[in-house]
Nanobody
Framework: QVQLVESGGGLVQVGDSLRLSCAAS????????MGWFRQATGKEREFVSA????????FYADSVKGRFTISRDNAKKMVYLQMNSLKPEDTAVYFC???????????????????WGQGTPVTVSA
């Protein structure tokens, strides 16, 4: 059982940066793919980024490619999402997720993950 807690969200202006953190507890995250998803008000949850268990493989939604960077520190049981050049359309609640995949897979769909955090809100004002 893995528990996930996100932090680092907040209110920023267009063009600003934020770094989201996801702290895992209850066990190692080695062997777990980790993903970031977001959900804006009135919209479905959407994929943002994912990283394979070793950190070698990373994946991004087209909307954030080149602006966001996902990383992980398995020893610290932490996953990060560095968000640069933020836009109003990045406004959403951001969720961290974990799924057990030993083969470097990192799903881009929510159904591929077993554990979720409670989310951290990000608001980008114009």
């Amino acid at each position: 059982q893995v528990q996930l807690v996100e932090s680092g969200g907040g209110l920023v202006q267009v063009g600003d940066s934020l770094r989201l953190s996801c702290a895992a507890s209850g066990g190692t995250i080695s062997g777990y793919a980790m993903g970031w998803f977001r959900q804006a008000t009135g919209k479905e949850r959407e994929f943002v980024s994912a990283i394979g268990w070793s950190g070698v493989q990373t994946f991004y939604a087209d909307s954030v490619k080149g602006r966001f960077t996902i990383s992980r520190d398995n020893a610290k049981k932490m996953v990060y999402l560095q968000m640069n050049s933020l836009k109003p359309e990045d406004t959403a609640v951001y969720f961290c997720a974990a799924g057990l995949y030993y083969d470097e897979a990192a799903p881009r769909v929510a159904a591929g993950y077993d554990y979720w955090g409670q989310g951290t809100p990000v608001t980008v004002s114009a």
